[in-house]
């Protein structure tokens, strides 16, 4: 078993600018850094390395995607706006996606990386693969950004897949707190790709992510949202993993499992409402790693998406990479206790409604 771990320096350099959040500077908002920073990704690799478990991962390099290759997914038009942009002085890729100077070359770095891990994980060279790679991707729409997503990283992955490595189905797992409503529209009509969603109830994009949204034509069935109420926490998350993720993936029996990785649903989020701890992703990634082993060749590729809380999401991560490589720092989560002894972990019956809704989805996949 090895595991691979991608990330490039070149990410932190993609610029969004001042904001406070999300919420541009100006008139009378004072200037702050922007919730989507560089500073969460590099405390998360810099604790890997502090812990002494980078030097056990492989080693993954990024490599630039080419144009033709975002075309497989985005519009010629977006693709030219931005680099034309990021030629001049930067500029917004659409919804709230603000980036400096050369953030179309960053964006292809960061696509190229998934695709990079991506083909580490097909070809066998890695079992499973970590991309902490940025700009994230999982909002990006063919012609439009979104949500701080220049390229749809991992759908634009999937189609490379497909094209270079003959690969046929493929599920995508989503457990950033917002909607993966690009990801989802990307593979709306495609049954070969089921996309699934975990998400809180109404919040990014708010038209989007309804239990409703099942796919349509061809596809029709094969897109799972999960729309846990705000407050879900320990609970619900499992009991969506064990009864309606796990259940559609062993229905499905994809060659390889994308999981858009967002740790935004942590409960230090503040782009996020709900109650997710280090352990919560421990075992939901321990979920996806048996799933992957039985029916994937255990082929299971993280992509890095959202996550805002400075302090918690380096935690989050080793625990995740911890599972991923079998491999234990014996170094404990220090918010740990206190967020887990918080009340409000358990099933209630409003998340529980949801959950069996979605469960009926998963079982006609079967
Ligand atoms: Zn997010």
New binding site residues.
């Given amino acids: 078993m090895a595991t691979g771990f991608l990330f490039h320096e070149k990410y932190m350099w993609h610029d969004t600018g001042s904001a406070a959040l999300w919420y541009p500077a100006g008139a009378l908002v004072q200037p702050d850094v922007h919730a989507e920073n560089p500073e969460t990704k590099r405390r998360l690799r810099n604790l890997l390395e502090v812990v002494d478990l980078l030097d056990h991962f492989i080693d993954l390099k990024p490599r630039m995607a080419g144009e033709d290759e975002i075309l497989r997914v985005h519009t010629p038009d977006y693709v030219q706006s931005i680099k034309a942009k990021s030629d001049a002085r930067g500029g917004n890729a659409g919804d709230g996606t603000p980036f400096g100077p050369g953030s179309y070359e960053i964006a292809q770095l960061s696509t190229g990386g998934v695709m990079a891990a991506l083909d580490a994980v097909v070809e066998g060279t890695v079992t499973n693969a970590y991309a902490l790679v940025r700009p994230p991707g999982h909002h990006a729409e063919p012609d439009m950004g979104r949500?701080f997503c220049i390229f749809a990283n991992i759908a634009i992955a999937i189609r490379h897949a497909k094209a270079v490595h003959g690969i046929d189905r493929v599920a995508v797992v989503d457990w950033?707190?917002?909607h993966g409503n690009g990801t989802q529209k990307i593979f709306y009509e495609d049954p070969s790709v089921l996309t699934m969603s975990i998400h809180q109830d109404s919040w990014y994009p708010s038209e989007s992510g309804h239990l409703t949204e099942t796919g349509a034509g061809a596809g029709e069935g094969y897109n799972i949202n999960v729309p846990l109420p705000a407050g879900s926490g320990r609970a619900p998350y499992l009991e969506t993993f064990k009864r309606v993720v796990a259940p559609a993936l062993y229905a499905f029996k994809p060659e390889l499992i994308v999981v858009a990785s967002?740790f935004?649903g942590s409960i230090y989020d503040p782009?996020?409402r709900m109650m997710v701890t280090s352990e919560v992703y421990r075992e939901m990634t321990r979920i996806l790693k048996g799933v992957a082993a039985e029916v994937a060749g255990h082929r299971l590729l993280l992509s890095h998406?959202?996550g805002y809380s400075a302090a918690y999401v380096p935690y989050c991560g080793l625990a995740v990479m911890e599972e991923l490589s079998g491999r234990n720092s014996g170094v404990e989560d220090p918010f740990l206790e206190s967020v887990s002894t918080v009340g409000g972990h358990q099933l209630y019956p409003h998340q529980d409604e949801v959950i069996q809704q979605a469960e009926a989805l998963a079982k006609r996949l079967s």
């Fill in positions: 949500g950033d707190v917002h967002g935004d782009l996020g998406e959202g």
